[in-house]
């Protein structure tokens, strides 16, 4: 039987902290030489941000820098233009992990904030209640399990289209494979070979609403310029769903929030 590692914090480990309280998580990390503290671990930001003090305790120099020209969102709402990216190694216990901090000239009690992408690198638990933070078991491997095996698949071109086709089980047997074949030539209309073919879903199937107070007043957020990279893919993709129909052109865009363009794991 395999037993699986349960993370987790014990109210034992609140000793020494004061509660109650909703204090940020605050840790002490070493980046490059030197022993860093007050960071700030943020599980809800997608970018590591470096503050100007710990840029000059760090002895980097301003040409130390790569561009980097997104704009950020402070915590008080405003627009932060950052000074540059610069990339840096952090260790935890014995493992090293180089991190790129986008550098921005403005004042915060924080020397540096570290975010989701460190965290899973290197498997961190975090617990603000508990001012603590704690690295994820790594399982043993099972070796009694076995090997596990994917089938080898084979194309099947449905209506002589090269880009419309089906991936079958090669080993299946002949009988069966035709039969799947044949079902699926018949019910070729029922796939979406792009986003046009989506028709989408009835409002009286389902409909989703903003669960928002109309008595209150709502605030514009500030906005903001993407970088090219970042407008090309927002021109691309708005471009893709105009085409299929799913949105359309509005007449308030001072209303409208501000596009956040995210990375996905495949890099697009």
Known sequence: MNFRPILSFSEEEKI??????D???LITLRIGDYDVKRLM??????????????????RLKPEDLMPYSSP?????????????MIRLPIKTGP????????????????????????????????????QKQSRTPVSPPNTDAAEAKCEDLEDVVISGASEKFFWVGAQLPLQEKEELIEFLKRNIDVFAWDDCDALGID?????????????ITPKKQPPRRPSREHADAIRDEVAKLKRAGAIKEVFYPEWLANTMVVKKKSGK
Request: proline share 6%; aromatic share 10%.
């Open 16 to 21: 020494g902290t004061t509660q109650s309280h």
């Open 23 to 25: 204090d940020a998580l």
């Open 41 to 58: 671990v943020d599980g809800g930001s997608v970018a590591e941000v470096m503050y100007p003090d710990l840029y000059k305790g760090l």
């Open 72 to 84: 950020l969102m402070s915590f008080d709402g405003k627009l932060v233009i950052p000074k540059g």
């Open 95 to 130: 493992e090293i992990v180089k991190v790129n901090f986008i550098v921005v000239d403005t004042y915060s009690p924080y020397t540096a904030i570290v975010c989701r992408p460190w965290l899973h690198i290197f498997r961190v638990v975090t617990s603000s209640l508990h």
């Open 203 to 215: 409002l009286t199937f389902i409909c989703h609403h903003l669960n928002v107070n109309p008595t």
